[in-house]
Every structure is written in C-alpha cells, then in structure tokens.
T-cell receptor, first 113, second 112 residues
Framework: SQQGEEDPQALSIQEGENATMNCSYK?????LQWYRQNSGRGLVHLIL?????REKHSGRLRVTLDTSKKSSSLLITASRAADTASYFC?????????????FGKGTMLLVSP | NAGVMQNPRHLVRRRGQEARLRCSPM?????VYWYRQLPEEGLKFMVY????????ESGMPKERFSAEFPKEGPSILRIQQVVRGDSAAYFC??????????FGSGTRLTVV
C-alpha cells in the first residue's frame, strides 16, 4: 500500500518565493527521506530525517517531521528556476530484519523565472 | 566507485517480447531493490534481493515478472511477453548491510 502521500500534487511559484511540500504517512518509520527527480531522470537524494529528529536543514532546504501526526514538510527557500522538478518523500521502515523504502506520488514543482 | 549502474538506459520492445533489465550494485552492497515508476507516479516497490536470495517480492506482479541476483554478475529483472502496460521507468537501488539506499539512473522501457 502507498505509504507516503504528498500534498500538493503540483505547485507553481515565482523565482525567489518559498515552496512548501507536505507528506503524510501511515505506519511507524525509522526515517523519512526526500528525493528530487528531474523530468525523465533518476532520483537524487536530498535529505534524511530520523524518527527522533524534528527538524533538519541543508542549504536552502528545511525538513520537519511530526511523528505524532505522521507528517513531514519540505521547505525550499528562495526558489530558483533550476529547482523545477518532482519531489518525493519516502519512508524507511525496518521490519522482519530488513528495511523497506516506500515512496509517495510526488509533488511537481514549477518555478518560473 | 561508479555507483549503481543500470543498463540499458532505454529499451524498446514489441508486445510479446522479453525485456531484461540489468543492475550492478555499488561495490560492497549486497542488497538490491527494484522499483517501478509509471508515468506521473511515484516509485512502487517490486522486489528486494540479497545475493542468490529473494527476500521480499510482495510488489512483483504474479505473472511474467521475475528477478534474480546471482552470486556473480548483476541483478536481472526479467519481464516476459511484455504488454503496453509494462511501459515504465524501472529503478534499481542498492544498499550495504548498514543501510542507506543508492539509486541508479533507471531503465526506461517502452512497449510498442
């Protein structure tokens, strides 16, 4: 079953604005990861937040995690046209001795110059 | 370290043919995962393999799809008698025992 669900499905903003994407999930997790995918390309790992962390920063990225609400958000500040891509959250769960990484459907971000 | 290598990058098959997708994990990684991405969708888990063993194939379609990760050589995802609905991007990821997935660039399968 689909674990992560991103919201919104699509987001269109102007360069310089901030972009916020949300992700909800259903089961307990070990960590949550955000990936980026340019059209027709592979996945790029952006940031990982562990289940015992609440917030993490990396450059212009800020990720929050609320395990009580089973939700996470990804904030991209001062967006650039080059940030245009699809963004996916993925939850990692360890069960029966091995890990499973489950992806949401993604948010398509369009940043206009 | 060349990362996770997938080939071919693009594969075109006619309906009814077989598709073989290859994935060479990162050096030192003994865990391989295959995911499928349909157009405009997220990645869906298909199968998790360790050397010579299938650990979890809960995401694999029951028919026509198979996967292996032999003692020597790459992991292979095999799709027999392909249909139009099999057109998708297939991604492989590998990880070491300590975790941490690294994804390949994917194979884009088009069935005509």
């Amino acid at each position: 079953s689909q674990q992560g669900e991103e919201d919104p499905q699509a987001l269109s903003i102007q360069e310089g604005e901030n972009a916020t994407m949300n992700c909800s999930y259903k089961t307990s997790i070990n960590n949550l990861q955000w990936y980026r995918q340019n059209s027709g390309r592979g996945l790029v790992h952006l940031i990982l937040i562990r289940s015992n962390e609440r917030e993490k920063h990396s450059g212009r990225l800020r990720v929050t995690l609320d395990t009580s609400k089973k939700s996470s958000s990804l904030l991209i500040t001062a967006s650039r046209a080059a940030d245009t891509a699809s963004y996916f959250c993925a939850t990692l769960r360890v069960d029966s001795g091995y890990s499973t990484l489950t992806f949401g459907k993604g948010t398509m971000l369009l940043v206009s110059p | 370290n060349a990362g996770v290598m997938q080939n071919p990058r693009h594969l075109v098959r006619r309906r009814g043919q077989e598709a073989r997708l290859r994935c060479s994990p990162m050096k030192g990684h003994s865990h391989v995962y295959w995911y499928r991405q349909l157009p405009e969708e997220g990645l869906k888990f298909m199968v998790y393999l360790q050397k010579e063993n299938i650990i979890d194939e809960s995401g694999m379609p029951k028919e026509r799809f198979s996967a292996e990760f032999p003692k020597e050589g790459p992991s292979i995802l095999r799709i027999q008698q392909v249909v139009r609905g099999d057109s998708a991007a297939y991604f492989c990821a590998s990880s070491p025992d300590t975790g941490g997935y690294t994804f390949g660039s994917g194979t884009r399968l088009t069935v005509v």
